[in-house]
């Protein structure tokens, strides 16, 4: 299933007929056909899944329904530990002779090795080559050596502490520290609030062998498993390897029961305040704590497009106060999504100024309130849906081409969440259903069911250094009251125009065509002197990516133009292009895929980007504005300035920061362009200097190489300029 926070910010709303075929809203969602799955007797599960890209190549995962949530007061950290002999033992690889074969037969960890321990599952990663048939079979017996055969040497258990413990060690920034003191407040009264995976050293140090085997034996066992296999192989052969391997694993006899432990309601608003000395930033987040819903039915799958609208919609709109100076936050956020395996959340959350705390909070909540008085309006609705819509296309498109790491995540989360996997083909019937027919209502009434006073939580982040102020709960919860009280106006829907180019330019004849074989490479000699490689590819169905280089960059400029130089095309990007702002742009572009970005390093400009193939011409057209009609806009410039400064008021904080600026400049022995960015070094910046700098080096295109690759044909790129 995609995911329910679908947040995009191209698509196009396309005339969509209304399906012959009428879902009943109470129908279960199907399971996708191209998945095998099945239980043993002894109630593991499998998903097995061909999938040929990569080609060669298959993911296995061994998911277990337990993580450090289960975990009894004497072996806090010690699901995570499990994890780790996984790798130092097992009955069919004594102590290293795991890793060594797995390093020996080519493989990484990390890339291709790896697990990772939740506070509700443990997954163990694979990816391993199917066209060798020994190396493939063998990987399935490390799946099954860990499922119940990790060996768990006293020897090995004590040189692993100090691995774990240093793991620990490396954890502890300013970031777990303020979680520390901000999750005990959010799980209040509930297992997650003690139970990080990583654990506590006191325990890590000294725990009892049995301790950690006890866990093992209690947790890890089939009825609470499942195997993932996903890739380029034979689906009978991959079933029966798995059959071979876990099907005579004995079941559980007295197992004790897996709790799904619940986070309890609370009618007061809970807070929770934390600063740190090498706290990088500030920010303000709001939780509402919701119950579960199972998303199991198609009307639950519709309500799950109804919410992913709302956030869409939600989120441009802070989008768009953050392109103007002065505003409340830096960027804020809106989502919903599950929580931990019991609870469902409702977020909205601000990054903020130091001292900006109360603004940013007024800030979301103000925006929130908007909604939940006025609603949205027609306009962002139709944007949206075509924003959603059309990323459900490009899904579709795709989809022979998806990868399948991917696909092997979906079906952990199906095993371990009951997340349900219609497969992309449905879901796209439904989308084709359902998104044109939402209602503003619909929409607009989640605010007024998601922003409650009832199990709400207010988390505050922020660096404890001399003249950041730090509101107290009493100034917190006192921004909700005054929220309430406040006249708020209806949010206003600026309409941006329908088109980037009202005037389409004469195209630039081809002068010269040669074919490079080897490579399948087609190379142009354009008339204004532009030279364009293309070469078609079928690595994706729905996509063509391009980047443009030339010689120059900010290399080319004095010491004291610098800083303007190398920020020019960030500075012109915020612009917009032509007549159109930003946020005109975004809008203009709604329901297109397609993206162009300039740039300019030390010794070359550029452009970059890609686009959907139907939607060329207007990347073609977005290229040619950022040529020849970049747009100053003091506002905006001033807007990101703004929020440059604050990323870099604490900069010096944080000491991997600090020593990666320390290696740098003295790598460079001190030179002038390897200054580390500060606050202070912001008064270099200036618009003026930024555009005409970029003017200078986009105002030739003639020394300009073009390179395009993928799905197109060269007559579709002849074509984009006549439209």
Known sequence: MLPRLLLVTAGIMTAVPALAQQHDLSVRLPVDPAVTIGVFDNGLRYYIRANSRPENRAELRLVVNAGSVLEDDDQLGLAHFVEHMAFNGTRNYPKQELTEYLEHIGMRFGPDINAYTDFDETVYILTVPTDSTAVFQQAFQILEDWAHQVSFDDAEIDLERGVVIEEWRLGRGASARMRDKQFPVLFRDSRYAERLPIGVPSIL???????????????????????????????????????????????????????????????????????????TGSNVALYYKQPLREVETVGAYRQSIVEALYNNMLNTRFFEITQMPDAPFLGAGSGQGRFVRSNEVYFLGAGVRDGGVLEGLDGILTEAARVARFGFTQSELLRAKSNLLRAMELAYAEREKTPSNRYASEYVRAFSEAEPIPGVEYEYELYREFVPLVSLDEVDRLAREWLVDQNRVILVSAPDKQGVEVPGEA??????????????????????????????????????????EPIGVTVWQLGNGVRVLLKPTDYQDDQVLFRATSPGGHSLVDDPQFLAAATAATVVSQGGVGELSLVDLQKVLAGKAVSVRPTISQSTEGTSGAASP????????????????PRMDESAFRAFKQRLEASLQNSGANPRSVFGDTVTVTMSQHHYRTRPLTVGLLEEMDLETSFSFYRDRFADAGDFTFVFVGSFDLDSIRGCGKR
């Open 205 to 279: 140090e000294t725990f009892d062998y049995a301790t950690l085997k006890r866990f093992y034996r209690d947790w890890y066992r089939p009825d609470l498993m499942a195997v993932i296999a996903v890739g380029d192989f034979d689906v009978s052969r991959v079933e029966e390897l798995i059959r071979r391997h876990f099907a005579h694993l004995p079941a559980a006899s007295d197992s004790r029961e897996r709790v799904v432990y619940a986070v309890p309601d609370h009618s007061e608003t809970l807070v929770a305040i934390a600063t740190d000395p090498e706290a």
């Open 614 to 629: 139907r939607d060329l011409t207007t990347m073609f057209q977005l290229i040619y504005l950022y040529f020849t009609a």
């Open 475 to 516: 100034e917190l919860l006192a921004v909700f009251d005054a929220v309430d009280r406040r006249e708020i106006e209806p949010y206003e829907d600026v309409p941006a125009g329908e088109q980037l180019m009202a005037d389409v330019p004469v195209p630039s004849e081809i002068v010269s065509e040669e074919y490079m």
